[in-house]
């Protein structure tokens, strides 16, 4: 009986799903620029488009940044920056392009080192949420799920171990919403660094907010590429996006930027 119960949960469930992410469009961008490149990128490009496939959204993959236009990219209800990093646009008009997305009401997801992407660019930082400062070794460590009420990870278990590179940042945004800590009392490192000064030991892992119009999630977990395999992480994945879709297609009246550069008075 209580097997029978399980599968009727887990086929409403499904379905569940499928409905809300049936007919949206994702595109994966998964340029670096100079620097240290993921071995894991094809893992996830094959991950998010087997997600795809098992809930109704299509995908498309770039690692050309002249794609980013406002006719390409309204087409998209997300965009992912999977394991991208450092200056990976190439013109003033391409940023503009994707500031434009973000405030017509775009989603955007970005996976493990899209924290490192565009360190020197303040509104992207913002939109993510923080910057890639460093890592200790990779190593085993425990992940908690800090918000247990929020969509992205209400249905993922409460805790996991996994093995990873626990990031730490700089130049939080503070009005992002901590999703996943990692547990840093478990985290070993020789030499002279020191882990971060916060109360406790949980870190940031993973966030979440809404930016100039836009839907953001981050994670820092996935930077082995058995990863895109690990039906723990994959569940982590695929709750963020449907967070980061459950919103109408973006709307270009609403996108107003025509320069890079921000005022910061207006974002705090």
């Given at each position: 009986?209580?097997?029978?119960?399980?599968?009727?949960?887990?086929?409403?469930?499904?379905?569940?799903?499928?409905?809300?992410?049936?007919?949206?469009?994702?595109?994966?961008?998964?340029?670096?620029?100079?620097?240290?490149?993921?071995?894991?990128?094809?893992?996830?490009?094959?991950?998010?488009?087997?997600?795809?496939?098992?809930?109704?959204?299509?995908?498309?993959?770039?690692?050309?940044?002249?794609?980013?236009?406002?006719?390409?990219?309204?087409?998209?209800?997300?965009?992912?920056?999977?394991?991208?990093?450092?200056?990976?646009?190439?013109?003033?008009?391409q940023k503009v392009a994707f500031m434009r997305y973000i405030q017509a009401g775009g989603g955007f997801m970005g996976i493990h080192s899209a924290s490192?992407?565009?360190?020197?660019?303040?509104?992207?930082?913002?939109?993510?949420?923080?910057?890639?400062?460093?890592?200790?070794?990779?190593?085993?460590?425990?992940?908690?799920?800090?918000?247990?009420?929020?969509?992205?990870?209400?249905?993922?278990?409460?805790?996991?171990?996994?093995?990873?590179?626990?990031?730490?940042?700089?130049?939080?945004?503070?009005?992002?919403?901590?999703?996943?800590?990692?547990?840093?009392?478990?985290?070993?490192?020789?030499?002279?660094?020191?882990?971060?000064?916060?109360?406790?030991?949980?870190?940031?892992?993973?966030?979440?907010?809404?930016?100039?119009?836009?839907?953001?999630?981050?994670?820092?977990?996935?930077?082995?590429?058995?990863?895109?395999?690990?039906?723990?992480?994959?569940?982590?994945?695929?709750?963020?996006?449907?967070?980061?879709?459950?919103?109408?297609?973006?709307?270009?009246?609403?996108?107003?930027?025509?320069?890079?550069?921000?005022?910061?008075?207006?974002?705090?």
């Open positions: 009986m209580k097997s029978t119960l399980a599968l009727i949960l887990f086929f409403i469930y499904s379905l569940t799903i499928n409905a809300q992410l049936k007919n949206k469009h994702v595109l994966i961008f998964t340029k670096n620029g100079k620097g240290y490149v993921h071995e894991n990128i094809p893992a996830s490009i094959v991950a998010i488009q087997k997600l795809g496939i098992e809930n109704g959204f299509s995908t498309d993959t770039t690692t050309n940044s002249a794609f980013f236009t406002d006719d390409n990219l309204k087409k998209y209800d997300a965009v992912i920056f999977s394991n991208t990093n450092n200056d990976v646009f190439d013109t003033e008009e490192g992407t565009e360190r020197n660019w303040k509104w992207f930082k913002l939109m993510l949420g923080a910057s890639f400062l460093r890592h200790p070794p990779f190593q085993h460590f425990t992940v908690h799920v800090l918000d247990k009420q929020h969509p992205a990870v209400k249905n993922l278990s409460g805790q996991w171990e996994t093995n990873d590179e626990c990031y730490f940042f700089k130049e939080f945004n503070s009005s992002v919403k901590v999703l996943l800590v990692s547990d840093i009392s478990e985290i070993r490192e020789s030499g002279k660094n020191i882990k971060p000064d916060v109360f406790g030991n949980r870190y940031p892992a993973a966030w979440c907010h809404e930016f100039d119009g836009g839907r953001i999630m981050y994670t820092a977990l996935g930077h082995s590429k058995e990863d895109y395999s690990n039906t723990t992480y994959l569940a982590h994945i695929i709750e963020g996006l449907k967070w980061v879709m459950d919103k109408p297609r973006p709307d270009y009246e609403k996108a107003k930027a025509t320069s890079s550069a921000i005022d910061e008075m207006k974002y705090f």
